[in-house]
Structure formats: structure tokens, C-alpha cells
């Protein structure tokens, strides 16, 4: 195993981890405040939106969504590519249940992901749901 000298941080462009089989963290491992953004759908969950930041919050529009209905839209980022990994979750603090929806990555390629949201209960759910993402970019 190669051993770093150095501190780790996603921050920094300046560190070099090259030739390490692994990186540990005692504490916290993310993206700085700079690499994080939000975004707001305009006009329905369906409507694609554009965030160009390794993560991020993408507030969807408040329109409703029947029971046992999957919805998908566009993520628009020019820092995605082709052989990245996206990590979605529904954020508790947005809905009065979360465990009303899951959100999942349908599709990925160069510049864009289709996000799908599903409503998991048999009744019509109007919230203006928020996603968390992260961007794991693979080389």
C-alpha cells in the first residue's frame, strides 16, 4: 500500500494521491461549499434543469405526481461524463415522509443524467421534492 504524506481534501486540485490503492478519512469526506450549487424546476417535475457543480440540491417543481408513478427529467452538468457514478437521495427535510419516494439514475452520459422520482404510495403526492446529489467522476 502507498502511503501519503500529504492530507487528503476533494478541495484541493493540487494533491497528489497518484499510485494509492486507498484513501482514508477519520472524519468527513465531500465537496466544498464552491463544488456544491441548487436548482429549482420552473414548470413541472418533468422539466429538465442545469446544474454545472459536482454537488448539488435540485428542488422540483411542486406539481402532482399520482400514486404509483415514476416521473423522470434531465439533469443537465457538463461535469458528468460517461463512466461517472451519480449518488441521489431525497432529502427528509423536503417532504413529510420521505420514504414517500425514491429517486434513482435511470441514464448517464456525456453532459447529462435522467433522474427518475417514484411516488411508493397509492395516493397523489403535490411536494416540491428535493434531491440531493454527488458526483463520483471515474476516469
Known amino acids: 500500500m502507498s502511503v501519503n504524506t500529504k492530507p487528503i481534501g476533494v ?3 493540487d494533491q497528489n494521491i497518484i ?3 486507498k484513501i482514508y478519512s477519520s472524519s468527513e469526506f ?3 461549499v464552491d463544488a456544491q450549487g441548487a436548482v429549482t424546476q420552473l414548470t413541472s417535475k418533468a422539466t429538465a434543469v442545469t446544474l454545472n457543480k459536482s454537488a448539488g440540491r ?3 417543481n411542486n406539481a402532482a405526481l399520482a400514486g404509483n408513478t415514476a416521473v423522470s427529467f434531465t439533469l443537465n452538468n457538463t461535469f458528468i461524463s460517461n463512466n461517472d457514478i451519480l449518488i441521489l437521495n431525497v432529502s427528509g427535510g423536503s417532504v413529510a415522509d420521505a420514504t414517500t419516494y425514491t429517486a434513482y ?4 452520459t456525456t453532459g447529462a443524467a ?5 411516488n411508493l404510495t397509492g395516493t397523489s403526492q403535490s411536494e416540491a421534492v428535493i ?3 454527488a458526483l463520483i467522476h471515474c476516469v
Do not use: C, F, Q
Request: proline share 0%; hydrophobic share 35%; net charge negative.
Open 11 to 13: 478541495a484541493y486540485e
Open 19 to 21: 499510485g494509492s490503492d
Open 30 to 32: 465531500g465537496y466544498t
Open 58 to 60: 435540485i428542488t422540483l
Open 105 to 108: 439514475t435511470s441514464s448517464l
Open 114 to 118: 435522467v433522474i427518475t422520482l417514484r
Open 131 to 133: 434531491i440531493n446529489y
